[in-house]
């Protein structure tokens, strides 16, 4: 197991601007053979297996079946004291000999409903003509623009679900030492590119690096420690001073719409929707939802 330390960056361009940013560490869990915490605190219950990756992405991976090539990551925040909060969690199927990551499934799970959406993505394969060109960050990273998919579930009742999502997760995560995990809101009728969030980290190569956030000493503790419950802190506080700035809500229009028109927008071939007619940059997304788990947040 990995963990990967670092900056969530959240920035808004219309119809207002406004910028915040919190510290954040994740953990690359080996979901192939996952360490004994992981079922040991019910966090497997939250997530896909292994096993549930790998059938999502049977029709488009080589050796889908195969342990012995191919194993199955989860880039997402530990739970911690029995609170988990993981607006979005990344899969990776990576091949064990070359590291190369395959393929992608993202989870979005919004807040405070808990309504999750999953999809597959593949940031490189990508039409380039279509969406940009890669280029080379100042750490030697390669990176696409990444994969264009629905806006496919109500995140924010701050946003509407005119717009669509591009995602980007950068390569080979268990041997760099630096992460990136991007999703813009694009194509928007109005705002066109107006919302940015990254998750941009280092890999923690302290002593502490087989650490949870909460059991790796008062120092890790006070820096890391309670991170679910910090991260909803954050999430609520920057929604109360949208409000104050005026920002409009939007009512969580129910997940039966919401299917509705992402496959309205699959369908129309304007020049809005164009780029999602091969969804993930050639492989089919393979939408599914999870519905909220009680009252009173289901939609």
């Given amino acids: 197991m990995l963990f990967f330390d670092g900056i969530v960056t959240h920035y808004r361009k219309k119809p207002m601007?406004?910028?915040?940013?919190?510290?954040?560490?994740m953990a690359l869990v080996n979901l192939s053979e996952p360490p004994l915490w992981w079922t040991r605190t019910g966090q497997n219950k939250l997530h896909l297996t292994a096993k549930e990756v790998l059938e999502r992405c049977e029709e488009d991976v080589v050796d889908v079946t195969d342990d012995d090539k191919l194993e199955v990551r989860l880039l997402t925040s530990p739970m911690s004291f029995g609170y988990h909060q993981n607006p979005i969690s990344v899969y990776y199927v990576i091949d064990k000999v070359t590291k190369e990551v395959l393929m992608n499934v993202t989870e979005v799970t919004n807040t405070p409903w808990g309504e999750t959406v999953r999809m597959n993505f593949n940031s490189k394969n990508v039409n380039n003509n279509r969406v940009g060109s890669s280029k080379v960050t100042k750490t030697g990273m390669t990176e696409v623009p990444g994969a264009y998919v629905p806006k496919a579930l109500?995140?924010?009742?701050?946003?509407?679900?005119?717009?669509?999502?591009?995602?980007?997760?950068?390569?080979?995560?268990?041997?760099?030492?630096?992460?990136?995990?991007?999703?813009?809101?694009?194509?928007?009728?109005e705002y066109g590119d107006f919302f940015?969030?990254?998750?941009v980290a280092k890999r923690d190569d302290s002593e502490t690096r087989l650490c949870r956030n909460d059991y790796g000493g008062i120092r890790l503790l006070y820096r890391r420690g309670l991170s679910p419950h910090r991260v909803a802190f954050w999430i609520y506080h920057q929604a109360i001073l949208l409000l104050r700035m005026g920002a409009t809500f939007y009512s969580p229009p129910g997940l039966s719409n919401v299917k509705r028109d992402m496959l309205d927008k699959k369908l129309t071939k304007n020049s809005n929707s164009s780029k999602l007619a091969t969804i993930g940059g050639g492989c089919p997304a393979r939408v599914n939802w999870e519905e909220a788990k009680s009252w009173p947040w289901k939609t």
């Fill in 154 to 189: 109500h995140v924010s009742p701050f946003m509407d679900m005119k717009s669509n999502w591009r995602i980007f997760a950068s390569d080979m995560p268990t041997k760099n030492k630096q992460l990136k995990l991007t999703v813009d809101c694009v194509e928007h009728p």
């Fill in 17 to 25: 601007k406004r910028r915040f940013v919190y510290p954040l560490r």
């Fill in 196 to 199: 940015h969030a990254s998750f």
